[in-house]
């Protein structure tokens, strides 16, 4: 027998009282019993992205969400910022010209974050620019973009938005949106709040809602000013996932259990301790500056294929990591720490990458990371 670890960016695990929670009868998306669920749901949403703002939940991949904060707040022709600095920060520019949206890029090199006063000059540069699209965690990078910073320079522009995609940093950051001024953020339920994928949530400030009465581009499925009009009537507008929002709000109960800045802590934590364990077995982060608090991408040793090491830790020790995308494809793996995780996955996790190391001939000494990461978790 081979017991599982599900340690991959997404989908997370996700904790026996949410399944057993969404193992309930199932009820009408109409009826009266799903009016407080939803209504609970929506409430929790507003806690948990620190907003006053209206969350939408759609029945969808994050990427719908991405998709519907392009389509619900631009015209076609409209001239926009996309900071790619990954497979996501590439989504980001795809999802824009798909729908008309002329881009301009700023491309930072994988395993960097964007530097805020190249996003400044560009938009002192560019006055036609009507919004700055981000990732707050790059996931295929393990990189953080310092959303406070960029936040802080965008807002300063009347005729700008800022689009935040947070799907792998809701949870695992302080990601402050009506304090910052994030006019429209993107998250995922199979990430941070430990549910199965198929919701995405998008916070949608009143700067924004103005620009949506003005957008040209066709919208049906993702139209987000039904779905506010419905969301005030605690309903989605079409078939509501409802055993999804029935997870949600359990998720979101054992969330605010913890207290939010727990909760950042906790992530902060696992995060330092998965670094720090790597590093003493002689790996390289793959993040050459400001590491997310949800994944750690590591990069592999000089003749070791990444690809390899993330095929062993899952079918010899049962770990589901992730590898590397695109050009990070074979010189990396990762791990992640976001949602349902704690101090025990990784130590599991650092005991893992060494036995596999050391089965493919890297000279790690058993032990040396798993103590490093006990150190860091001890109470």
């Known amino acids: 027998m081979l017991k599982?670890?599900?340690?991959?960016?997404?989908?997370?695990?996700?904790?026996?009282?949410?399944l057993l929670s969404m193992a309930a009868p199932i009820i009408h998306h109409r009826s009266p019993d799903f009016l407080p669920v939803l209504d609970s749901a929506k409430k929790g949403l507003q806690w948990l992205y620190q907003t006053k703002n209206d969350v939408l939940i759609l029945s969808s991949t994050g990427t719908g969400g991405m998709v519907g904060a392009v389509k619900n707040f631009f015209n076609q022709g409209d001239e926009v910022l996309v900071v790619n600095g990954g497979k996501f920060g590439e989504r980001w520019t795809k999802i824009?010209?798909?729908?008309?949206?002329?881009?301009?890029e700023i491309v930072v090199e994988w395993g960097y974050a964007v530097k805020p006063e190249e996003v400044e000059e560009r938009l002192k540069k560019n006055k036609n620019l009507k919004g700055v699209f981000v990732q707050a965690s790059e996931t295929s990078t393990g990189v953080y973009h310092d959303i406070q910073a960029l936040s802080s320079i965008v807002r300063k522009h009347?005729?700008?938005?800022f689009i935040v995609d947070a799907i792998s940093a809701l949870v695992a950051h302080d990601l402050r949106t009506d304090?910052?001024?994030?006019?429209?953020?993107?998250?995922?339920?199979?990430?941070?709040?430990?549910?199965?994928?198929?919701?995405?949530?998008?916070?949608?400030?009143?700067?924004?809602w103005k620009k949506a009465e003005t957008?040209?581009?066709?919208k049906f499925y993702f139209n987000f000013k039904k779905e506010r009009e419905n969301l005030a009537k605690n309903q989605t507008n079409f078939t509501s996932p409802v055993t999804l929002i029935i997870g949600l709000n359990a998720g979101l109960k054992m969330l605010q259990?913890?207290?939010?800045?727990?909760?950042f802590k906790r992530h902060e934590r696992l995060a330092l301790a998965t670094r720090k364990a790597v590093q003493a077995i002689g790996l390289e982060l793959y993040p050459k500056e400001s590491p997310a608090n949800?994944?750690?991408?590591?990069?592999t040793p000089p003749g070791i294929d990444g690809q390899a090491v993330?095929?062993?830790?899952?079918?010899?020790?049962?770990?589901?990591?992730?590898?590397?995308?695109?050009?990070?494809?074979?010189?990396?793996?990762?791990?992640?720490?976001?949602?349902?995780?704690?101090?025990f996955d990784i130590i599991t996790a650092i005991a893992g990458i060494e036995m596999v190391l050391k089965g493919m001939g890297y000279p790690v000494t058993l032990g040396t990371g798993v103590a490093v990461a006990q150190a860091l978790l001890m109470d």
Not at 158 to 161: I, N, P, Q
Not at 215 to 218: E, H, K
Not at 257 to 263: D, H, S
Request: net charge neutral.
């Open 96 to 104: 824009c010209q798909a729908y008309g949206l002329k881009v301009e």
């Open 215 to 218: 957008s040209n581009i066709p």
């Open 158 to 161: 009347e005729d700008t938005l």
């Open 294 to 299: 949800s994944v750690t991408a590591i990069m």
């Open 257 to 263: 259990a913890e207290g939010l800045e727990n909760v």
């Open 4 to 18: 599982r670890y599900l340690l991959a960016p997404g989908p997370t695990p996700v904790p026996a009282e949410i």
């Open 310 to 343: 993330y095929k062993n830790l899952r079918e010899k020790y049962g770990i589901t990591a992730a590898g590397g995308q695109d050009r990070a494809k074979g010189k990396i793996f990762r791990i992640a720490h976001l949602g349902y995780a704690d101090r």
């Open 179 to 208: 304090e910052w001024g994030i006019d429209i953020m993107v998250g995922g339920s199979q990430k941070g709040v430990m549910l199965p994928p198929g919701i995405a949530f998008v916070s949608v400030s009143e700067k924004a």
